[in-house]
């Protein structure tokens, strides 16, 4: 029986290292799918968009599905889809069907990562051996980021681009074949009605969509264009009936009365600006490595591996500081340095060394991310009722995802609206794409600085470890 437990905990955190991988390898791949399918350079940021906002916005709809249909059954239908949209993405032969493929992704993520959790947590009894599953699942979903970008960069310089999708599919297909033989079947024993808030998890993910679109648009159109003013106001109807559905819903994705809770409105908050931050990070310097310095693929994502250690530290050490100061001091730490980070990279120029150009910057925004991330999860947790610890988990996990896909937006709308004006005075594509890059760190910077303010008006919360377990594998 032990060792079954620890089998089934096996499949369960090889599928979500899958999950968190397809974030940070695609990076690394950008260039050279924007050069093979003919992406514009505001178009290129919906390869991650379409996936983190699908992800986020039917995320909480997945885990009231698993509990409903049964954890094992939506387990292996997110697997089934997350593997034959990936082989669709690697196939693509245009932007759209790789949009749409992505979009999709980010569809099977949302099945099965919450339907994965649940499982874990239904296997192991409350406890010691819950707690050490639980912290070798968060350290393996750490490990897939940190990872993700060295795969893409070995994938990308020995196979092409289309390799970083390719690579899910045996990986997937083992997966959907192995689930039933090892995972026990299991549903939730509700008491409320048994129904989905389906037109909830619709309505918003489409006025997201509306939102992150318009911004996108309003570079080339302006703000005051029919079209911009459209969307924008298109998602904020959307939005808006989002909100009245859940008010009225039996079975809310989002249920209203968790905002009660102080530590779950501001955690919301920060993690969203630490997922702007994160993703425009992600996305802006991983161009520059390659269409500025001239890295490979392989190159970029080596010079992304210090950051993912430094995360990794920073990880345990906001979780050994937290039991000792509270959730408050580590909040802000994480938001200063990589606020700091941030603004370091912003300065570095195309002839700097990596060691005395972005290493540095790299270094404090690894360390910085995951102690606004830690002290948040625990947050968000911490003054909620038990039973709504998922709902709580999934609420600010969703928060960061979208928000990154809302900050990228932004961050690169802007940073392409000023490689175009530079363009326009007569600099070289080398010089414009690096004025771009200044500005958008730049603007991830305050993003990242806007935390301060939220960390400041935050409860300060002192957990005792069990607490700290759950919130590293949410």
Do not use: K
């Amino acid at each position: 029986m032990r060792r079954n437990r620890w089998t089934v905990l096996a499949v369960l955190a090889l599928a979500q290292f899958m999950v968190v991988l397809d974030v940070t390898i695609v990076n690394v791949a950008l260039p050279d799918i924007q050069g093979d399918l003919g992406f514009s350079a505001e178009g290129l940021q919906w390869v991650i968009s379409a996936y983190t906002l699908t992800f986020g916005g039917f995320l909480l709809l997945g885990g009231r599905a698993a509990d409903l249909l049964g954890r094992r059954a939506v387990f292996i239908a997110g697997l089934a889809l997350f593997t034959a949209s990936s082989l669709v993405a690697g196939l693509a032969p245009s932007p759209g069907t790789l949009i749409a493929a992505r979009a999709v992704q980010g569809l099977g993520g949302a099945l099965l990562s919450p339907a994965a959790l649940s499982i874990l947590t239904v296997t192991f009894a409350h406890g010691r051996d819950r707690n050490i599953a639980l912290g070798l699942w968060g350290a393996l979903a750490g490990l897939g980021g940190t990872l993700g970008v060295i795969a893409g960069g070995v994938l990308v310089d020995a196979l092409g681009w289309e390799a970083v999708f390719f690579v899910n599919v045996p990986i997937g297909i083992a997966l959907v074949v192995a689930t039933p033989l090892i995972v026990r079947e299991s549903r939730a024993e509700i008491t409320g009605p048994r129904t989905f808030d389906s037109a909830g998890a619709v309505l918003g993910t489409a006025g997201l969509l509306a939102l992150v679109y318009g911004v996108i648009r309003a570079e080339p159109l302006g703000f005051g264009s029919a079209e911009v003013l459209g969307l924008l106001g298109g998602a904020v109807v959307l939005l808006g009936a989002f909100l009245m559905v859940e008010a009225r819903s039996q079975a809310p994705l989002v249920p209203l009365r968790l905002f009660r809770s102080a530590g779950l409105r501001t955690a919301s908050g920060a993690l969203a600006l630490n997922g702007a931050a994160f993703l425009a990070m992600f996305f802006l310097t991983a161009i520059f490595l390659q269409q500025v310095r001239g890295d490979s693929a392989l190159e970029a994502g080596l010079h992304f591996l210090p950051m993912g250690i430094a995360a990794i530290v920073g990880a345990a050490v906001a979780s050994n500081v937290v039991t000792r100061l509270g959730t408050r001091p580590v909040h802000i730490g994480g938001a200063l340095f990589s606020a700091a980070g941030l603004y370091l990279l912003s300065r570095a120029g195309a002839d700097d060394s990596f060691a005395g150009g972005l290493l540095p910057g790299l270094l404090l925004f690894g360390f910085g991310i995951t102690g606004v991330g830690v002290s948040n999860q625990i947050a968000a947790i911490a003054d909620v009722r038990h039973h709504e610890a998922g709902a709580a988990s999934g609420l600010v996990t969703a928060a960061f995802q979208v928000g990154g896909a809302l900050g990228l937006a932004i961050v690169t709308t802007l940073a392409t609206s000023r490689s175009g004006d530079a363009l326009a005075a007569g600099a070289t594509q080398s010089d414009a794409l690096v004025e771009g890059f200044h500005r958008g760190l730049l603007i991830a910077a305050v993003m990242a600085l806007l935390n301060v303010g939220i960390a400041l008006v935050s409860p300060r919360l002192a957990p005792d470890a069990e607490q700290i377990a759950e919130a590293q594998a949410a």
